[in-house]
Antibody, heavy 122, light 111 residues
Framework: QLQLQESGPGLVKPSETLSLTCSVS??????????WAWIRQPPGKGLEYIGS????????YYNPSLKSRISTSLDTSKNQFSLRLSSVTAADTAVYYC?????????????WGQGTLVTVSS | QSALTQPTSVSGSPGQSITISCTGT?????????VSWYQQHPGKAPKLIIY???YRPSGVSNRFFGSKSGNTASLTISGLQGEDEADYYC???????????FGGGTRLTVL
């Protein structure tokens, strides 16, 4: 059973960079049908797709509203992938989820992490 | 503003059926049979309940049924139970630059 676990600081200061890592266990992130995704949910609001990266690390898709501030990366040796969001503001306060985007059978997020709350505050 | 449109809330009594709609465009819902639905209970991560419009992952109750017509996908829950009270989100593959897009979510209240 694939498991995903987010990790990173729970508190980030305004204008700084938010950095999160998703550790994957129970399977490899190197599967050719999968993208590895980040999704966030501000308190009391809906899900917002942030972006996805292919296992090779060379192909990625980002939410246009966040694109200028996002970077993602993969570390296949550690079976991890990461998100960096720069110049954060209070509007970036949210629960951040990592997930597997399964493109091999219909494009859906089939495995999710439990989520980690990141608060942007001084 | 979410790219896919869902009603903010729906409600039903135990045993009844409800339907949640998810409206997009020909670039997403209408153009591909890649609509998925997620159930989220408070404080929990979303859980996949429908993929490819109408397929249920192993372990998901057959009371959940997905369908699509044109640019609108629908999730029907039959025989409502208290445990179905949750937020429901649709998502679709999109030919735009993002790959995936979510709906704004629908809160289901079981009366």
């Amino acid at each position: 059973q694939l498991q995903l676990q987010e990790s990173g600081p729970g508190l980030v200061k305004p204008s700084e960079t938010l950095s999160l890592t998703c550790s994957v266990s129970g399977g490899s992130i190197s599967g050719s049908s999968y993208y590895w995704a980040w999704i966030r949910q501000p308190p009391g609001k809906g899900l917002e797709y942030i972006g996805s990266i292919f296992y090779t690390g060379s192909t990625y898709y980002y939410n246009p509203s966040l694109k200028s501030r996002i970077s993602t990366s993969l570390d296949t040796s550690k079976n991890q992938f990461s998100l960096r969001l720069s110049s954060v503001t209070a509007a970036d306060t949210a629960v951040y989820y990592c997930a597997r985007l399964n493109g091999g059978s219909g494009w859906h997020f089939d495995y999710w992490g439990q989520g980690t709350l990141v608060t942007v505050s001084s | 503003q979410s790219a896919l449109t869902q009603p903010t809330s729906v409600s039903g009594s135990p045993g009844q059926s409800i339907t949640i709609s998810c409206t997009g465009t020909s670039s997403d819902v209408g153009g591909y049979n890649y609509v998925s639905w997620y159930q989220q209970h408070p404080g929990k991560a979303p859980k996949l309940i429908i993929y490819e419009v109408s397929y249920r992952p192993s372990g998901v109750s057959n009371r959940f049924f997905g369908s699509k017509s044109g640019n609108t996908a629908s999730l029907t829950i039959s025989g409502l139970q208290g445990e179905d009270e949750a937020d429901y989100y649709c998502s679709s593959y999109t030919s735009t630059s993002t790959l995936e897009v979510f709906g704004g979510g629908t809160r289901l209240t079981v009366l």
